[in-house]
């Protein structure tokens, strides 16, 4: 900027008063001609008596010019080129009709050109990239590149996109997670000595499958408590049968019949009441038949595999001291496996039960999965604005590990209609919209704002912000990108 004040002033002294007019044509005529009254059109600074010092100064000296409506630098053919800078801050050009001052500033703000980059200011993209963030699908800014010479070093190259069926509808982020319900925590429900542990990480076990041993004195206790307690139970019935014979024979009396009979309902409640601690400790029905049958009260407790699935944490040694409760291993049914999708809430009507979604990962390029959304959130989250969903889908040959990220296109309504495509790699991202450049003229782009769906065959679906007939930036597009956010790190016109 500073170079191109100094350039008009330069050329101001070198040419006397210049006069620029809406014709373009650059005036020098000698003189001023006192004619204009401040507040009025403004003809020219040489019209102007205050301009009269200002004549040699540069433009910006001019402070009756300043805040007039700028004229698009296009049609400045006084300042294109040369001191585009200087053309932007020079309202010497203009010579409308005075407008009333409210109305003149509002325009001002709405039709003001940048004139480094001949377009209107609130439209470039170069100099206000903090706007990018605000636009919708189908809005864009302007990028114009300085000079053809970019253009070549960019390697920009220009396509229509293609039409095809679309496979999908919305595109969402999501991770994978475990199925939760295939999903177990092997804890020792007793306490005792880890004997041995045949359960490896990373293998694969069919449901009863042992996974643990443990040598625990309350487990020996319970199991003798059963044994005592079936032995009890068959004595007693032995009594009482034995007693009933004599009763029903006159021998005894009846009374001890019927003693006999309540010990022997005590000692078969005295069982089950036995036979149910053994379950509470993770017995199953067939365990405590076989202990029933080996009449034996080891210390030995076996953990067995609730449902076929994969060992995918281990957190036992042989000869560790183990609490009840302990966690000993992860169990996990790999066979499917849940997305956890994070859905704007804007997407509110198109994700719901049931819905079909279509999964690809940036990790695994050639895998594409169906899934179904089975679960949607009741609530959006206060931090995130989105809500959750959660899908269920099938993971062949354990290719998916829980915390992958993968895109979830969410099949809607559109769902084999036509839509347009692009290579995947024309599509750019800031602060977390899709971008993509559209060609106006030969050193003109678009920014604009697209939704982007569905990736196939690096190609990616645009579902609106892109028309058929337009040119696409797709090659160079990041080269632009860059150009278009280089006032993050340095200054555009705004900051002049
Ligand atoms: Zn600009």
Redesign the pocket.
Known sequence: MKKALIAAVILAIAGGAVALHKSGVLDRSSGPAASTKAGESCGGCEDDPACEESAGKQTDDCGHCEDEPAEPADDCGSCEGEQPAAADACGGCESDPPKPASAAAAQNKDSRM????R?P?RE?A???PARLASLQPGQGMKV?LESARHLDTAGIACASPTSGSSSAGTAVLARVRYNQNRLACVTSLVGGVIRSVPAELGQSVREGDVLAEIASREMADAKAEYLNARAQETLKESIWKREKQLAEKKISAEQESLAAEAEYALARNAVAAARQRLLNLGFSDADVRQVNESESATATFLIRAPFDGTIIERDAVIGESVEHGKLLLKLADLSTMWLELSVPQDMLQSVRRDSAVHVAFDALPATELPGTVFWVESAVDDSTLMFKALALLENPNGLLKSGMYARVTVLGDTHGSSTLRIPDQAVQRVDGKSFVFVRLSNDLYEIRCIDAGARKNKTIEISRGLQPDEQVVIAGSFALKSEALKSRLGA???DH
Do not use: F, K, N, P
């Open positions: 940048c004139g480094e980059h377009v200011e470039c170069i100099c206000q114009r555009g016109c705004t």
